[in-house]
């Protein structure tokens, strides 16, 4: 074991509060839903009850409709806002009232796998009921198009909080009402890497129009604000029903398999309605206004992940990856830069998100692209060897910015780059 093998267990093992993992001391001092996911993975190389008791604990928290929240708040900490007082969800433990991209079937199919892919393997099947009423949530409240694609209401949802590609619909959230808060993020870390005060005044005009409708999810779907489909959380879903569909098979659930084939089969025609021709990759849009936001960001390489698009859009993907390449010195940004708002230490107009380049170094590797794979993985190590475990990392310097000591970051050195 090398000294960053020990480093990324230690971070870990410290940001460990029993049964789950901050994403960071201090800044996020509870459990984030996808992160839980990621980490999982890391501890899987070293601990495997640990591995799977970070996905216990997150679904434990589930709510009745299927959501699995994007925060569960699992003790009281000042330092973070907008805490669970802010939320009022009413739930126990207290969550948020909002998910995150649902990465979890895909995690428990691999930690299944590697120990044998047991069909009887009780903690797989307890997680697979899990996953399969959190997928019927995203399907029941969040495809109002009908084409199988997920609909976000929240910019939270996406994981990408700040990325160029929600402004325009964010441009619209009326903030009349947000009154006076206090934010904790801003404290923790330079404000220069965080969102804006009036970015951050339109996340939380979203919140409290869902509060205010006592977190009713139809209505939020129908009515709210910030109305996304999110190219992220789409292809992620997309290929989180198709490995929850092996699981599915595994164990013989067969009106469930016939429902996640078809939900895969609505889902890739679906996806034909977020490639933008002009731009070349797929791209976000608005379910409001149905616009395109145009915008080439880490999330458009999700479809090698999802196992969408035809030769010729691949070839065209690969084309704006060699873009990006020759105008950058790591892989993979978050968006691309020289577009609009690019900032290369800003949250997720820029930065480097190493659980984003995993996702899509496994779809190109899974696509017969091994050396742009490899590309990622490589820059991915040479950023923490030279950085550290950051949040995030600039691609044009490799400094690392946000949170240190990250957990998924950690995680992503024990399961794919170190
Ligand atoms: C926030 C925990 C979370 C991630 C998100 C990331 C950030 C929290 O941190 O959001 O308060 O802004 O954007 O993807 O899950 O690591």
């Keep these: 074991m090398t000294d960053l093998d020990h480093r990324a267990r230690d971070i870990l093992c ?16 509870f459990q984030w839903n996808w992160d839980s996911a990621f980490v999982a ?31 569960v708040f699992h003790q009281h900490d000042e330092g973070y806002f907008p805490g669970p007082g802010v939320w009022a969800t009413g739930q126990t433990p207290p969550t948020s009232g909002i998910t995150q991209p649902p990465v979890l079937a895909t995690v428990v199919r691999r930690l299944w796998e590697e120990e044998g892919a047991d069909p009887a393997h009780p903690r797989m099947r307890a997680l697979y009921r899990a996953c399969l009423a959190s997928h019927r949530w995203f399907h029941t409240y969040r495809d109002p198009l009908g084409n199988g694609l997920a609909m976000v209401t929240h910019n939270w949802e996406t994981g ?8 325009e619909a964010l441009a619209r959230v009326d903030t009349s009402g947000v009154g006076s808060y206090q934010r904790r993020d ?14 951050y005044d339109r996340y939380v005009a979203i919140l409290q129009f869902g509060r205010d409708c006592g977190w009713d999810h139809r209505r939020i779907a129908d009515e709210g604000p910030f109305r996304m489909i999110d190219v ?58 149905g616009a395109s936001s145009a915008l080439v960001t880490n999330a458009s390489f999700l479809a090698f992940y999802a196992g969408v698009g035809t030769p010729a859009r691949h070839a ?12 950058t010195r790591f892989l ?30 496994l779809g190109l590797a899974e696509h017969g692209e091994a050396a742009w794979s490899e590309r990622l993985r490589r820059d991915s190590a040479r950023l923490i060897e030279a950085a550290g475990f950051y949040e995030s990392f600039s691609p044009e310097t490799g400094e690392g910015s946000g949170g240190g000591d990250f957990s998924w970051t950690a995680a992503m050195w024990l399961a794919w780059c170190g």
């Design 14 to 29: 410290r940001n460990d509060r029993g049964g789950y993992t901050v994403p960071t001391h201090g800044l996020y001092p």
């Design 316 to 327: 065209r993907l690969i084309a704006a990856l060699a873009r990006i390449e020759a105008g």
């Design 332 to 361: 993979l940004p978050s968006l691309e830069a020289g577009s609009r708002d690019y900032d290369h230490r800003r949250y997720w107009r820029g930065p480097i998100w190493l659980v984003v380049s995993y996702m899509v170094a």
């Design 232 to 289: 992220g959380t789409s292809m992620i879903l997309l290929r989180a029903n198709r490995d929850l569909l092996i699981l599915a098979e595994a164990i013989g659930d067969a009106p469930a398999a016939a429902e996640l084939r078809a939900r895969i089969a609505l889902s890739e025609q679906g996806m034909d309605w977020l490639w933008n021709e002009e731009v070349g990759a797929y791209c976000s849009r608005d379910a409001t206004t």
């Design 186 to 199: 801003t404290g923790h870390v330079d404000a220069a890497m965080r969102p804006k005060q009036s970015e």
């Design 41 to 71: 993975l890391g501890f899987a190389g070293f601990d495997r009850d640990r591995a799977w008791q970070e996905l216990e604990t997150l679904v434990s928290a589930q709510w009745a409709d299927g959501m699995i929240p994007h925060i």
């Design 160 to 167: 990408r909080d700040n990325s160029s590609e929600w402004d």
